[in-house]
């Protein structure tokens, strides 16, 4: 499995040294197209489970003229669950779209059945929450429409309305366009995993770290008998023990930062003592298994003819510069890195929500206290407003149901819960915020860079040509270098090779993350949407 | 005094560059400003139509004519990097009134000097193999080409040696004027930049800069989104679009309108242009247009309904009222000249206005009448 499979493995964790896996809709890059289904009441629709027994979703169809629904949830992870089923419990009528067959997103995902796992909780931490979330859907008349890949949302009727467009039946080949109407909607994307270049990454044996875990997780699959864990983030200590428990053999992690960022911030994990004791399991089990651990290091190279046979990691100076003369040699045959996650927003910048540079460069949803973007309607929970992990994920869920209740005018619940909720994100956000600053990829990483190594793998850019651009042809952004290299043209969209091309252009703003489809649609589909009148000119800009 | 120079040019677009480039050229020192990068603008939301196809005979399509014939040396010229290519335009029609239409605009082009040729229902796949069976008939066009619009810019500037300046810094705040009203440079958040001619090249932006400087210039954004396919094979060779295409250039409506122009990529990507709407600077997408143009795109090729769409992005053609671009001296402020306006046809009328720039620079007789350009033609009580 080659890193551009993984790179669109939205992998989201537990916040700190904890669990992995995202709560978003899964790649968010495949979050994509379409919808016929006109909402209806749920009672019409079945129930939770019967619509998981088909995860086409194909047999909803709910008459025209029907209502809309009151909230769409885009996204089946642990943000998106909470927020349909406390939406349901609060008395709306919701629809919750996942591309996924099964619910869970990328933090809970479970084997295909046909691999007949018998404990899939062992490789989950936190599963107890999921558990009650998948009782609480079951029970509820949420119409889960799985298999359904968002590719846009949008404004209609006069603005008092949106439509979710999602494509279907793309596993099954025969694809179509569904439409889901609803008063209010809820991004509950995910996220994606930051991948940083270096020679040799484009190896077959090197995996995204989020990947690695997916692949665990989804298939029971390790990608190599010897794998090096490198990269930065909490993510990295949770892949390790998960693939050490798996049966492979860790010889080191490889963490860039240091630790001591969260020791510089000590009231934000005080404030979280879970965080300490997540980060404790870990180290237990890494202990075990022998793990080394090597912080303010990097893997700058990998080596090997056909695939990985061993890695160069060097030591890095505070900019992520690697030290001369620390290279040493690890053999193995594989590597899963990854450098932290990037929020999946697109849909949200789509629709020209105000975002902010977080602490680790990347760019997420700006959040009012009630977890609406700046356009008011669409609220966000989870990951796109900032990567905080499972347990913040499904807090701000929750309070964003309620707050969409409260704004349809029912019953939000009592004041004292949503007091609760909002203590709990204030504390998971501040950690979630010291741990994106601790892990901030330094700028000297790109001295990993030769100017032959290949940065975009889909259209097969090199750091030199992107350095060219920059340097002889007025380059300033990552755009302007797509415009020139055609690197982010690809398949991915950027969405592996974006972080690093924004960074060699020298651009200090991370890259926009606007992709209007959020996944690849067949003409065909778009062709067969319904026509739609164009909004009244007030709602024009 | 940060620097002085010959000429200032604000826009780093593919208008901006030909200026840059012809007044380099021709022996003046150019200094170019942009408050984004080479190409952020409109340039970089282009497909690179290089066509004649379009135009009805007049102003405009003498200066296309003029222009196609620059790109053929520029290609020369430039890095192969540009992606000149050749292509020849296709104009079908549905139907036999719509293929009459067609035969009428194209006697008229013909006798201003465009190169055409009816094509035969049954001789339209020797063409396009692919086109959809049942359209009446269509016009070849072999003057029409493409250029990657981006890329003819940064080469263009890089060609032309000019000092270029990019970045939020360069956003110019106001012109600096000397006795008589006369340019002397202009302001940007970094300082003063002095020059005795100002080139306003802004596109979209260029009624706003020409606001700064005190004078009237009509400019209106139009949007339009393409949309951009996944890597093919060689599907589709020429440009190839509807009759109705020229009926919605020409028009001046702020209605939605789709008009297709379908093209191959050397790259592989297919291109499907272009909505028309005027809606201000407004980038959010429209399920509708999208819906439109894809319809409109099977209908044309069926075999493309399987093929995926990988994005589709938002453009502004900079628009005048009389749909005629704003190039040469304003006679309102002397030392001020304008390059802007150009709507969708920006990319291949560029060489030809660089070239016209250059000349009024230079005090040079400009190749062709340039009356019908004029900048203040839109003041209330005609040009001074």
Redesign the interface.
């Known amino acids: 499995m080659g890193m551009r499979d993984l790179a669109s493995e939205s992998a989201g964790f537990d916040n700190a040294p904890a669990g992995c896996g995202g709560d978003g809709a899964g790649p968010v890059g495949d979050v994509g197209n379409g919808a016929q289904v006109v909402p209806g009441r749920p009672d019409r629709l079945g129930s939770a489970a019967e619509a998981q027994s088909d995860p086409s979703g194909a047999e909803v169809r709910p008459a025209d003229g029907d209502e809309p629904y009151d909230l769409a949830v885009v996204g089946a992870g642990p943000a998106g669950l909470a927020g349909a089923v406390t939406g349901a419990e609060l008395g709306l009528r919701v629809a919750l779209l996942d591309l996924s067959d099964r619910i869970g997103g990328q933090f809970y995902r479970q084997p295909a059945a046909a691999l007949r796992a018998t404990h899939p909780e062992r490789l989950h931490h936190d599963w107890e929450a999921f558990a009650d979330l998948r009782r609480r859907l079951e029970a509820s008349g949420v119409a889960h429409l799985a298999g359904h890949h968002v590719w846009t949302v949008e404004r209609v009727e006069g603005g008092a309305e949106w439509a979710v467009h999602a494509v279907t039946g793309a596993d099954g080949g025969e694809e179509r366009p569904v439409r889901v109407r609803a008063r209010a909607v809820l991004l509950a994307t995910g996220a994606y995993e930051r991948q940083l270049p270096f020679p040799g990454w484009t190896l077959p044996g090197v995996v995204g770290a989020g990947g690695a875990q997916a692949m665990l997780k989804g298939g029971l699959v390790l990608p190599g008998k010897r794998v090096v864990v490198a990269g930065s983030g909490p993510l990295l200590l949770a892949v390790a023990s998960s693939l050490a428990e798996a049966g492979a053999e860790v010889p080191a992690v490889i963490e860039a930062s240091g630790y001591l960022g969260y020791a510089r911030r000590p009231r934000a994990l005080a404030a979280n003592p879970h965080k300490l004791a997540e980060a404790v399991t870990h180290g237990a089990v890494l202990l075990r298994h022998r793990v080394a651990l090597r912080t303010r290091s990097a893997v700058t190279e990998v080596h090997g003819a056909e695939r990985v046979e061993a890695v160069t990691v060097a030591r890095l100076d505070e900019q992520w510069r690697p030290l001369p003369g620390t290279g040493r040699r690890i053999a193995c045959d594989a590597l899963a890195v990854g450098h932290g996650l990037i929020p999946g927003i697109e849909l949200a910048t789509t629709l020209g929500c105000a975002t902010r540079r977080t602490p680790d460069g990347a760019r997420a949803l700006v959040l009012d206290a009630r977890q609406e973007t700046s356009v008011r309607g669409l609220w966000a929970a989870g990951e796109p407003g900032g990567i905080g992990g499972a347990q913040l994920a499904r807090t701000e869920g929750e309070l964003a149901a309620r707050a969409v209740a409260a704004r349809l005018g029912r019953n939000p619940g009592p004041g004292g819960r949503v007091r609760q909720l909002k203590s709990r994100r204030t504390r998971l956000r501040t950690f979630a915020e010291a741990m994106a600053t601790t892990h901030a990829p330094g700028p000297g990483w790109t001295g990993w860079l030769s100017d032959d190594t290949e940065v975009c793998r889909c259209e097969e850019v090199s750091a030199g040509r992107v350095r060219e651009a920059v340097q002889d042809y007025g380059a300033r952004d990552a755009r302007t270098v797509k415009l020139l290299t055609r690197a982010g043209m690809g398949w991915c969209q950027g969405r592996t090779c974006g972080a690093a091309v924004s960074c060699l252009s020298g651009d200090p703003e991370p890259p926009s993350e606007r992709r209007p489809f959020t996944t690849p649609v067949p003409l065909g589909v778009l062709a067969a949407l319904p026509p739609t009148p164009p909004l009244p000119e007030t709602h024009r800009g | 005094m940060r620097s002085a120079s010959d000429v200032i040019v604000v826009g780093?677009g593919v208008v901006g560059a030909a200026c840059a480039y012809y007044a380099a050229r021709a022996g003046l020192s150019v200094t170019v400003l942009d408050r984004?990068?080479?190409?952020?603008g409109t340039t970089?939301s282009g497909e690179g139509n290089l066509l004649v196809s379009d135009k009805e005979p007049g102003p405009e399509l003498e200066l296309a004519l003029f222009s196609c014939k620059l790109w053929q040396e520029l290609a020369e010229l430039l890095p192969r990097g540009v992606e000149y290519e050749p292509k020849g335009g296709l104009v079908v029609a549905r139907d036999e009134p719509g293929m009459a239409a067609l035969r009428t605009f194209a006697a008229g082009q013909e006798k201003a000097g465009v190169t055409v040729r009816e094509v035969a229902a049954d001789r339209l796949p020797d063409l396009e193999p692919h086109l959809a069976p049942g359209l009446a008939g269509g016009f070849h066009y072999p003057q029409d080409a493409q250029v990657m619009p981006?890329?003819a810019a940064?080469?263009l500037?890089?060609a032309s040696g000019a000092e270029?300046r990019?970045?939020p810094g360069e956003e110019v705040a106001g012109l600096l004027t000397g006795p008589g009203g006369a340019v002397r440079g202009v302001r940007t958040a970094s300082g003063a930049l002095y020059a005795p001619h100002v080139v306003n090249a802004a596109g979209a932006w260029g009624g706003e800069f020409a606001r700064l400087a005190g004078v009237l210039l009509p400019v209106l954004p139009r949007r339009g989104f393409v949309?951009v396919?996944?890597p093919l094979p060689r599907v589709v060779r020429h440009k190839v679009y509807g009759a109705d295409y020229i009926a919605d250039v020409a028009s001046g409506s702020a209605?939605?309108q789709t008009s297709l122009v379908i093209e191959g990529t050397r790259?592989g990507?297919v291109l499907?242009g272009a909505s028309r709407e005027r809606?201000?600077?407004?980038?959010?997408?429209?399920?509708?247009a999208?819906?439109r143009?894809?319809?409109g795109?099977?209908e044309l090729f069926p075999v493309?309904?399987?093929?995926?769409?990988?994005?589709?992005?938002?453009g502004f053609r900079p628009y005048l009222p009389d749909h005629l671009p704003a190039i040469g001296a304003d006679a309102r402020v002397p030392g001020l000249l304008h390059a802007c306006g150009h709507e969708g046809a920006g990319i291949g009328l560029a060489p030809a206005t660089g070239r016209i720039i250059a000349d009024v620079l230079t005090g040079t007789q400009p190749p062709l009448d340039i009356g019908p350009f004029d900048p203040a033609r839109f003041e209330p009580g005609g040009s001074r």
Do not use: N, W
């Open positions: 780093a984004g990068p080479v190409a952020g970089g981006a890329l940064a080469h500037l890089r270029v990019l970045g949309l396919t996944e209605a939605l790259a990507p499907i809606v201000g600077f407004d980038r959010t997408l429209s399920v509708e999208v819906r143009l894809a319809t795109a099977t493309l309904a399987g093929v995926r769409t990988m994005r589709t992005y938002a």
